[in-house]
Structures are given as structure tokens and as C-alpha cells.
């Protein structure tokens, strides 16, 4: 019976060991971004930071292998964390969520409707370049790591009221860059590409599966903002305005899998926000 109870603990170390891998791994990002909190707080204290959030609202266009598509509007918030000095590293961070209800039809003309829900969060590690005099234009490079979800519940009318919950973790690069144009006004450019991680898709509300997870091809995202800042006349504590449109395209790519394949899925997405910055 000693033998054999040693044996039974032998077999269960290395379970604890994986379950804590993997408690490590999907709190990573989560860890991260703390962390990154944590160096732009005490950073502040020697540079400037610039917090902004505001609303932000989209259209897209969903459109998935076999023909079947789907548009609407999503609306949420934006909330950006900036450390930024010349000649100096830059950190940011950044925290998305929008949802909407999106419509359209499936290959063969049925009708369908869904609620689509984005959380996005992203941490990122850069150098900035910035000219001393003048316009004082600025140019910042970057990489980061982030986490995305997606869940898109379908409902009534659709003839099946199944839910895909899309999630992935990221390595994103990229680059910030402005320059002022008068005292009062200033423009940017803003582009990033995201490389998907280990992307999966879990349905759920299947009639006939109880649950299935789907893994999905690895593929590009893109982004691109114009922000347009206005600073107030006589503003106090370093607050602005900000306007970003934007476009985003995001790619969820095509994979064989059990007991159905995940099909290949794009997004065309187009939109604005419209912010407060504050700099501190």
C-alpha cells in the first residue's frame, strides 16, 4: 500500500506544476500591464504622462468563408496611458471595450442577428525621438504584448442562438508621432500591426455540441489613427481636446477542427473617438 500511495503523489506533482504553468500564462498580460501601471506612476514623477479616454464609437463589417456577413455599430471607451520625454524610453498602455448589435445574412439568405462585444488590453515599451526647437514634431517606435476578446452571442431571429467567445493574446509593434502645428493645434499619426498568439474560438449554445473549442490560424491586425489635438486657450491643469478617426482591420484566419472547421473571418472596421487628455 506505501508503494503504491508514493506513486500516487509522484503522478500528481507534475499536475500541480502544469496547472500553475498555466494559471502563470493566462495572467500574464494581467501582470504585465500592473507592472506597467506601476513604472508610469513612479515615472511621472520626472516626465510627462498623458492620460486619455473618451468615448468611441465604430461601424464594421463582418464577413466570414462561404459568404455570410454581418454590419453594424459598436460604441464603448478608449483609455490611453502615455509616458512620453524626449530622448527618452516611452511606455504606454491601453484599455478598449465596445459593444453593438450587428446584422446581416448567411450564405444561403437567412436572416441574423447578433451582439458583438470587444475588450482589448495591450501594454507597450518604446523609445522617443523628438526635435527640441520649433514644431518640436516626435516620432516614437514600439512593441508590446497585449490580450483580446471578442464575443459575439447570436439571438432571435437567427435560426441558431450560438455564441463564439474569440480570444488571443498579441505581440504588437508600431509607431506613435505628432507635431504642432500652432500653440492650439496639433496632429498625429498612429500605426500598429498586431500578431495574433495562439488564437481560439469557443462555442457555446451549440443544439447539438455542448461545447467546442476551435483554434484558429494566426493572422495579421492592423490599425491606424489620426488624432487631432486642441488645445484650449487658457486651458487649466494641461487639459485638451482630442479627436481620433481611425481604421482597423483585423484578420481571424481559417483552420480545420473538430467537429467543424473555423471558418476564415475578416473585419473592416471605421470609426472615431472623441477624448480629454490630460497631461501631468
Known amino acids: 500500500m506505501q508503494k503504491n500511495y508514493l ?7 507534475p499536475v500541480y506544476i502544469r496547472m500553475g504553468m498555466l494559471y502563470y500564462l493566462q495572467n500574464i498580460t494581467y501582470t504585465f500591464l500592473f507592472s506597467l501601471f506601476c513604472i508610469l506612476f513612479f515615472g511621472s514623477l520626472s516626465a510627462d504622462v498623458y492620460f486619455t479616454g473618451g468615448p468611441e464609437t465604430y461601424f464594421i463589417k463582418r464577413s466570414r468563408e462561404g459568404g455570410s456577413f454581418q454590419k453594424g455599430r459598436l460604441d464603448g471607451v478608449k483609455i490611453d496611458i502615455d509616458r512620453i520625454e524626449r530622448c527618452r524610453w516611452y511606455f504606454g498602455g491601453e484599455y478598449q471595450y465596445a459593444s453593438g448589435d450587428i446584422k446581416g445574412y448567411t450564405a444561403g439568405g437567412n436572416y441574423f442577428v447578433s451582439k458583438l462585444t470587444d475588450t482589448i488590453y495591450e501594454g507597450r515599451l518604446g523609445y522617443t525621438f523628438q526635435q527640441k526647437e520649433g514644431r518640436q514634431p516626435f516620432f516614437v517606435p514600439f512593441g508590446g504584448w497585449g490580450y483580446f476578446k471578442e464575443v459575439n452571442a447570436f439571438r432571435y431571429p437567427s435560426l441558431l442562438t ?7 493574446h498579441f505581440f504588437t509593434i508600431g509607431f506613435l508621432s505628432g507635431v504642432n502645428f500652432t500653440p492650439l493645434l496639433s496632429m498625429g499619426v498612429n500605426f500598429k500591426v498586431r500578431f495574433m498568439i495562439d488564437g481560439t474560438s469557443q462555442v457555446t449554445n451549440d443544439p447539438v455540441y455542448d461545447e467546442v473549442n476551435l483554434n484558429m490560424e494566426n493572422e495579421m491586425q492592423i490599425r491606424l489613427d489620426i488624432p487631432f489635438t486642441f488645445n484650449l486657450p487658457c486651458s487649466l491643469f494641461g487639459i485638451a481636446m482630442q479627436l481620433v478617426p481611425f481604421y482597423e482591420f483585423r484578420h481571424f484566419g481559417g483552420r480545420e477542427g473538430y467537429p467543424f472547421n473555423f471558418r476564415d473571418t475578416k473585419f473592416y472596421i471605421y470609426g472615431a473617438q472623441l477624448a480629454l487628455l490630460y497631461r501631468y
Do not use: A, G, H, P
Not at 506513486?7 to 506533482?13: A, C, D, M
Not at 450560438?162 to 488571443?168: A, G, I, L, Q, R
Open 7 to 13: 506513486k500516487i503523489n509522484f503522478y500528481f506533482v
Open 162 to 168: 450560438y455564441t463564439f467567445n474569440d480570444t488571443f
